[in-house]
Structure formats: structure tokens, C-alpha cells
């Protein structure tokens, strides 16, 4: 069977695209236009040189060392010195995933013609995601601006047949040995290549699509775990009415509003208790809606933030080809490696992802406290001897704890680098890292909500929703309803990766039918 295939053109790669060349199930190329419009951008460098004319990038410094002009005799060193020396990075390994995505979306920005990186270069990137040669990186290093400089330098010196790439087992190997093991050698940089390769928003750009895709399901899930919440505290749909919704026309609230009514059609347990006098529902149930809905409009602007940057010339200096007018003209030095926009909206995301923890958690007590369920003391069936889902609380308020610290904004710290000329930085790297492991903590919360909402469920003798239904289903299959005190650590576990990976998402769909979107 063939695997699928992505090609690069510089306009159209989409996260989901990423994602699967990030988990190795798509093999790249780039198409022939593309190509095309990488050898006129490379045209310019070569003519540049030729004509012995001085251009940022190309043949002088970076960075403080602009003013140094460099003889055409060492331009080759000065791409591989470039490599070598910012190849600096600390920390925690990025993981094969993310490496795979961040040379993704190196590709695709180079391949729009506007780098002037040689043809080699790509064709070894290429090559290297092909065969699943993933360099070393660590992950600490960039300051979200002049692009992820020291990240993207590991994997540039990989490129070289320098520094280290991962083995079957994750661990550091020399690189040299594994390019020979199939059929590579180190490629030997040109003008401005060294440059082009490390000078964009590549890492940052990856952290956020992987942190993209995990959310695509998660948050659908959150509202599918509120209406589990919803089912077993027998809190009242009506909030949720279109009309309340058409008053106040957020489309995030009018589409969560919409799933809900469409997550809790033809719930026995709902029909039971309609009529009920109970007035109104605690905020953490009334106002889901707006709550869940803020956080999907945050995750739209994000997108639509991330499909932008995805298809984006983010180094500098840019190349903007002119053949009746050849000249240094053609090559404009500007900001587009400045990670700002990725970095406010990776922290707005990460702050939006908080709100949706801390209403998950406050539903978690809702339920445990019997003087508002009306069901046992932490749904312990022998409370006191027992102590239930107690500490099921604890470990969600932990994870929230955890959120709360990524809710705190990274582009809000600057420095100034490179003697003052680098004078404004974004921390976008660190942002989107941050909203990437945020994203985490969010499912590890709604685990916990979602293991005692099932929990609750089994004190009720009608059934749920078809939704619902089909969602504790697959939750009995990792975790069995109590009987008696147990650890639940490895069980909460295996829920929040179940939440995170999205498979659940697809199969309930494909079994009850697809939710709003």
C-alpha cells in the first residue's frame, strides 16, 4: 500500500499535513513550481556574488557583525561558522515528532522562492524526512526572534554531517554514521544557506501545530465530558437554547450551545427530569457555553493565526526576484523571523485553556460533594471506611495548579541581544512550548472530570445520551467502575491520553454521528 504523499509549495500546507509528516505517515516532496521559484531566488544570490556587489546574509556578518564584509573565498566557512556557533541550544531533547514537524515547516517556508537557499539544502531535508533522519535538538535556545536560531542550527549541523540525530531508541548517535548508513554524506553550504535554514520561526511554528492538532479533538471532547458532567448531576439543557444564544451571538457560545443540545438529544436521564424544581444550575453548568465557547473562538483566531504563519517567508533577509532589473535591490532586509504574532497567540490560547481546566474542575466538585449531588460522599460506596474518588479532586486541582502557571503570558518578557541590535524579542518559542504542554495538563483535568462523571453515572438507573453513552463506554474499557478503594493513577492516565490522541473523538462520531463543528 503507498504511503500518502505531501508536497511542499509554499502556499497550502495545513497543520493536519504537518502532523502526519510529523508522525512519519507521509513521505514529501516538493512540487515543480516550487522548485522553480527556489532556483530564480538562488539566481539572485549567485548574481549578487558574481557582480561582487555587499548584501546583508550574503556575503557580510550577522547580527552586531553586519559591517564585516567577507572575502567570496571564506563565504562557505562563514555559513558552516554560522551552524557551528549557534549550535548552542540546552535543555530536554525535542521529541522526534516535533523535530520532524519543524524541518516540515522549514521546507515550506524556504520553498516560496523569497530565501535564495540552494537546491542541496532542501534536497537534503528532504531526504532526511524521507528517511527518518532526525536530528539531536534541545529544545531550550530560542528567544523568538532573528528566528529559532539555536534549535534550527542542530538541525542545520545535522545536515552537514555534523552534531547527532536520534536513533530507533530516541538516544543521540553521531550523525556521520547514519548518513552513510543510507547512501548520505554531510552537504557543504553555499552563501546565505546557513542563514536561510536557521533564521525563521520553525520551532515555535511546530510546538504550535502539534499543540493545534491535539486541540481539534480536545476541545470537541471537553464539551462531550461537560455533557457527561451534565447527565450524572441531572443539570438542565435549557441554557443552552438557541434562542439564548441568538441574543447574544458569539459564535464560539452559539456552536458550543449548538453541540450540547446536540450531545444531549434523546437522553432518557434528561427527559426524567425536565419538569424538576430545580430553578437554575450552578454557573459551572449554566454558563458552559459561554465559557467553552470564549475558549473556541480563541482556538479559531489561533488557527487561522497558525495557517498564516504556515505559509509564510519568515527569514531574513528576503529575495523578491526582478530579472529585468537585476541587483542588491532585490534583497530587502526586514522582521519577518519576529515571532510576536505566534507568541500572543499561543499565550492567549494557553490562558484560554486555564478557564476551560478551572470549569472543568469546579464540575469535578459539584459531583463529589453530597450536599449538592445527592449522591454518596465522594461517590464511595462505603463512605468513611472508603474514600471514593477524594483524591481524584486533588489531582485535577494539581494539573490546574499547572495551567495556572502556563496562563502567565512568555511574550511579555523581553531582552535585548546581539549588542542592542536584536533590541526586541518575542519568546514566541517559548509560548508555544508552553501552550503544547498546557494542552496536556488540560486533558490530564478533564480525565479527572470525566472518570468521576462516569463514576456518578453508575448511581443512576436510566441511561445516557447516545453521545454520552458511547463515551463511557470507552472509558470501561480502561477504567471498571469502583469496587471498593483502588488506585485510579494508571487509569486516569490512559483517559487523558485517550482524550489527547482524538481516536475516541473519531470513533464515537463515526458510531452516534458527527457534532456540530
Given at each position: 500500500?503507498?504511503?500518502?504523499?505531501?508536497?511542499?509549495?509554499?502556499?497550502?500546507?495545513?497543520?493536519?499535513?504537518?502532523?502526519?509528516?510529523?508522525?512519519?505517515?507521509?513521505?514529501?516532496?516538493?512540487?515543480?513550481?516550487?522548485?522553480?521559484?527556489?532556483?530564480?531566488?538562488?539566481?539572485?544570490v549567485d548574481g549578487i556574488l558574481e557582480r561582487?556587489?555587499?548584501?546583508?546574509?550574503?556575503?557580510?556578518?550577522?547580527?552586531?557583525?553586519?559591517?564585516?564584509?567577507?572575502?567570496?573565498?571564506?563565504?562557505?566557512?562563514?555559513?558552516?561558522?554560522?551552524?557551528?556557533?549557534?549550535?548552542?541550544?540546552?535543555g530536554d531533547a525535542m521529541s522526534r515528532t516535533s523535530v520532524r514537524a519543524m524541518m516540515a515547516v522549514r521546507i515550506n517556508s524556504?520553498?516560496?522562492?523569497?530565501?535564495?537557499?540552494?537546491?542541496?539544502v532542501l534536497k537534503q531535508l528532504i531526504a532526511f524526512l524521507n528517511k527518518d533522519i532526525v536530528p539531536f535538538v534541545p529544545r531550550i535556545g530560542s528567544l523568538g526572534a532573528s528566528g529559532d536560531l539555536a534549535p534550527l542550527s542542530h538541525m542545520a549541523l545535522a545536515l552537514i554531517g555534523e552534531g547527532m540525530v536520534l536513533d530507533e531508541n530516541d538516544s543521540p548517535v553521531p550523525t556521520d554514521g547514519v548518513l552513510k548508513e543510507h547512501g548520505l554524506i554531510g552537504i557543504g553550504l553555499r552563501a546565505k544557506d546557513g542563514l536561510s535554514l536557521i533564521n525563521g520561526t520553525s520551532q515555535m511554528l511546530a510546538f504550535m501545530t502539534l499543540a493545534e492538532r491535539r486541540l481539534s479533538s480536545l476541545l470537541p471532547l471537553a464539551d462531550m465530558v461537560l455533557c457527561t458532567s451534565m447527565e450524572a448531576r441531572k443539570a438542565s439543557v435549557q441554557p443552552s437554547d438557541h434562542r439564548v444564544h441568538q441574543a447574544r451571538p458569539?459564535?464560539?457560545?452559539?456552536?458550543?450551545?449548538?453541540?450540547?443540545?446536540?450531545?444531549?438529544?434523546?437522553?432518557?436521564?434528561?427527559?426524567?427530569?425536565?419538569d424538576c424544581e430545580r430553578v437554575q444550575d450552578a454557573y459551572s453548568f449554566r454558563c458552559?457555553?459561554?465559557v467553552h465557547g470564549a475558549v473556541?473562538?480563541?482556538?479559531?483566531?489561533?488557527?487561522?493565526?497558525?495557517?498564516?504563519?504556515?505559509?509564510?517567508?519568515t527569514d531574513n533577509p528576503l529575495i523578491f526576484p526582478d530579472p529585468k532589473n537585476p541587483g542588491p535591490h532585490e534583497v530587502i532586509s526586514q522582521g519577518n523571523f519576529h515571532g510576536e504574532v505566534i507568541a500572543l497567540a499561543a499565550d492567549s490560547m494557553s490562558a484560554a485553556l486555564f478557564e476551560?481546566?478551572?470549569?472543568?474542575?469546579?464540575?469535578?466538585?459539584?459531583?463529589?460533594?453530597p450536599a449538592r449531588s445527592q449522591l454518596p460522599a465522594f461517590l464511595a460506596k462505603d463512605s468513611g471506611l472508603e474514600s471514593g474518588l477524594m483524591i481524584v479532586q486533588y489531582v485535577a486541582g494539581a494539573s490546574l495548579a499547572e495551567l495556572h502557571g502556563h496562563a502567565t503570558p512568555r511574550a511579555a518578557f523581553s531582552t535585548s541581544t546581539s549588542a542592542g541590535q536584536e533590541d526586541h524579542v518575542s519568546m514566541g518559542a517559548t509560548a508555544a512550548w508552553n501552550l503544547l504542554e498546557a494542552t496536556q495538563r488540560l486533558s490530564e483535568v478533564l480525565a479527572c472530570e470525566l472518570f468521576v462523571a462516569c463514576e456518578a453515572l453508575e448511581f443512576e438507573s436510566l441511561p445516557p445520551s447516545p453521545y454520552v453513552f458511547a463515551l463511557k463506554q470507552r472509558v470501561r474499557t480502561l477504567a471498571k467502575p469502583l469496587d471498593g478503594d483502588r488506585t485510579t493513577s494508571s487509569e486516569l492516565i490512559q483517559i487523558a491520553e485517550a482524550l489527547s490522541d482524538g481516536a475516541w473523538l473519531a470513533r464515537i462520531e463515526a458510531e452516534v454521528g458527527r457534532i456540530p463543528r
Open positions: 500500500m503507498m504511503r500518502p504523499s505531501v508536497q511542499f509549495d509554499g502556499s497550502t500546507l495545513s497543520p493536519a499535513e504537518v502532523e502526519r509528516i510529523a508522525t512519519n505517515n507521509a513521505d514529501v516532496a516538493i512540487s515543480t513550481d516550487a522548485w522553480h521559484k527556489v532556483e530564480i531566488a538562488r539566481s539572485v561582487g556587489e555587499t548584501v546583508y546574509g550574503i556575503n557580510t556578518g550577522f547580527g552586531a557583525l553586519v559591517d564585516q564584509r567577507i572575502s567570496p573565498s571564506d563565504l562557505a566557512q562563514l555559513q558552516t561558522n554560522l551552524i557551528r556557533s549557534h549550535a548552542t541550544a540546552l524556504l520553498v516560496k522562492g523569497h530565501s535564495g537557499v540552494h537546491p542541496d458569539h459564535p464560539g457560545q452559539s456552536l458550543v450551545a449548538e453541540r450540547i443540545r446536540a450531545l444531549m438529544k434523546d437522553s432518557p436521564i434528561l427527559e426524567s427530569h425536565s458552559a457555553p459561554q473556541l473562538q480563541r482556538y479559531t483566531a489561533m488557527s487561522e493565526t497558525l495557517n498564516i504563519e504556515l505559509n509564510s517567508a476551560l481546566g478551572s470549569i472543568s474542575e469546579r464540575r469535578i466538585d459539584q459531583m463529589l460533594d
